[in-house]
Protein backbone atom coordinates (compact mmCIF):
# COMPACT_ATOMS: atom_id res chain seq x y z
CA UNK A 1 0.00 0.00 0.00
CA UNK A 2 1.29 3.40 -0.76
CA UNK A 3 2.38 5.66 2.39
CA UNK A 4 1.73 9.12 1.97
CA UNK A 5 3.35 11.85 4.15
CA UNK A 6 1.94 15.29 4.46
CA UNK A 7 4.20 18.86 5.33
CA UNK A 8 3.80 22.65 4.79
CA UNK A 9 1.07 22.84 7.12
CA UNK A 10 1.29 26.25 9.76
CA UNK A 11 -0.31 29.34 11.36
CA UNK A 12 -0.77 32.24 8.86
CA UNK A 13 -3.03 34.82 8.67
CA UNK A 14 -5.93 35.60 6.70
CA UNK A 15 -5.24 36.58 2.69
CA UNK A 16 -2.05 34.73 3.16
CA UNK A 17 -0.77 31.73 1.48
CA UNK A 18 0.75 28.24 2.26
CA UNK A 19 1.81 25.51 0.37
CA UNK A 20 1.52 21.74 1.82
CA UNK A 21 3.35 18.85 -0.07
CA UNK A 22 2.73 15.08 -0.09
CA UNK A 23 4.98 13.00 -0.59
CA UNK A 24 3.81 9.50 -1.93
CA UNK A 25 6.24 6.47 -1.84
CA UNK A 26 5.06 5.25 -4.88
CA UNK A 27 2.86 7.11 -8.04
CA UNK A 28 1.36 4.20 -9.93
CA UNK A 29 -1.33 5.80 -11.79
CA UNK A 30 -2.93 7.23 -8.52
CA UNK A 31 -5.24 9.96 -8.42
CA UNK A 32 -4.31 12.41 -5.78
CA UNK A 33 -5.78 14.56 -3.64
CA UNK A 34 -6.38 16.45 -0.28
CA UNK A 35 -9.08 16.45 1.78
CA UNK A 36 -9.56 18.73 5.40
CA UNK A 37 -11.51 18.37 8.22
CA UNK A 38 -12.39 21.24 11.07
CA UNK A 39 -13.04 20.81 14.61
CA UNK A 40 -16.45 19.19 14.83
CA UNK A 41 -17.35 18.30 11.46
CA UNK A 42 -16.86 16.16 8.87
CA UNK A 43 -14.22 15.29 6.45
CA UNK A 44 -14.47 17.07 3.30
CA UNK A 45 -13.27 16.74 -0.18
CA UNK A 46 -10.88 19.83 -1.29
CA UNK A 47 -9.45 18.98 -4.75
CA UNK A 48 -7.96 15.90 -6.26
CA UNK A 49 -5.73 15.76 -9.90
CA UNK A 50 -5.40 13.03 -11.85
CA UNK A 51 -2.13 10.80 -12.75
CA UNK A 52 -1.34 12.79 -16.33
CA UNK A 53 -2.34 15.93 -14.14
CA UNK A 54 -4.72 16.85 -17.15
CA UNK A 55 -7.50 16.80 -15.28
CA UNK A 56 -8.46 18.81 -11.93
CA UNK A 57 -11.03 18.87 -9.16
CA UNK A 58 -12.15 21.22 -6.76
CA UNK A 59 -14.18 22.02 -3.80
CA UNK A 60 -16.60 25.39 -4.79
CA UNK A 61 -15.54 26.55 -1.28
CA UNK A 62 -11.62 26.79 -2.63
CA UNK A 63 -11.90 26.76 -6.47
CA UNK A 64 -9.87 29.90 -7.99
CA UNK A 65 -8.08 30.06 -4.29
CA UNK A 66 -6.21 26.56 -4.29
CA UNK A 67 -3.95 25.12 -6.88
CA UNK A 68 -3.01 21.26 -6.74
CA UNK A 69 -0.41 20.01 -8.95
CA UNK A 70 1.91 17.08 -8.89
CA UNK A 71 5.52 15.82 -9.82
CA UNK A 72 5.52 12.15 -10.98
CA UNK A 73 9.32 12.21 -11.04
CA UNK A 74 9.08 13.38 -7.26
CA UNK A 75 6.11 11.42 -6.28
CA UNK A 76 5.13 14.47 -5.01
CA UNK A 77 1.59 16.52 -4.65
CA UNK A 78 1.26 20.01 -4.09
CA UNK A 79 -1.73 22.08 -3.08
CA UNK A 80 -1.00 25.89 -3.06
CA UNK A 81 -3.62 28.19 -1.02
CA UNK A 82 -3.74 31.63 -1.93
CA UNK A 83 -5.97 34.34 -0.26
CA UNK A 84 -6.54 31.89 2.80
CA UNK A 85 -9.35 32.65 4.79
CA UNK A 86 -10.38 31.26 8.46
CA UNK A 87 -12.61 28.76 7.36
CA UNK A 88 -9.76 27.10 5.60
CA UNK A 89 -8.61 25.96 9.12
CA UNK A 90 -8.47 22.56 9.53
CA UNK A 91 -6.10 19.13 9.31
CA UNK A 92 -5.44 18.33 5.33
CA UNK A 93 -4.99 15.05 4.47
CA UNK A 94 -3.41 13.91 1.49
CA UNK A 95 -5.01 10.66 -0.34
CA UNK A 96 -4.26 8.19 -3.24
CA UNK A 97 -7.69 6.24 -5.05
CA UNK A 98 -7.03 4.42 -8.67
CA UNK A 99 -11.00 5.71 -9.29
CA UNK A 100 -11.47 8.22 -11.34
CA UNK A 101 -10.84 12.24 -9.66
CA UNK A 102 -14.48 12.49 -9.86
CA UNK A 103 -15.67 10.05 -7.68
CA UNK A 104 -13.76 12.35 -4.52
CA UNK A 105 -16.38 14.84 -4.33
CA UNK A 106 -18.81 12.35 -2.42
CA UNK A 107 -16.67 9.23 -2.10
CA UNK A 108 -14.46 9.32 1.77
CA UNK A 109 -12.87 5.38 1.17
CA UNK A 110 -9.80 5.92 -0.63
CA UNK A 111 -7.24 3.56 -1.48
CA UNK A 112 -4.45 5.33 1.07
CA UNK A 113 -4.62 8.44 3.40
CA UNK A 114 -1.65 10.54 5.51
CA UNK A 115 -1.44 11.50 8.74
CA UNK A 116 -2.56 15.13 8.28
CA UNK A 117 -1.02 18.39 8.06
CA UNK A 118 -2.77 21.04 10.70
CA UNK A 119 -3.58 24.65 9.30
CA UNK A 120 -4.39 27.44 10.78
CA UNK A 121 -5.24 30.65 9.87
CA UNK A 122 -6.13 33.81 11.79
CA UNK A 123 -8.17 36.93 11.78
Known amino acids: QVQLVESGGGFVQAGGSLRLSCAAS??????MGWFRQAPGKEREFVAA????????YYADSVKGRFTISRDNAKKTVYLQMNDLKVEDTAAYYC??????????????????WGQGTLVTVSS
Open 95 to 112: AADHRSGSIWYYQRVMDA
Open 26 to 31: AFGFYV
Open 49 to 56: ISWSGGST
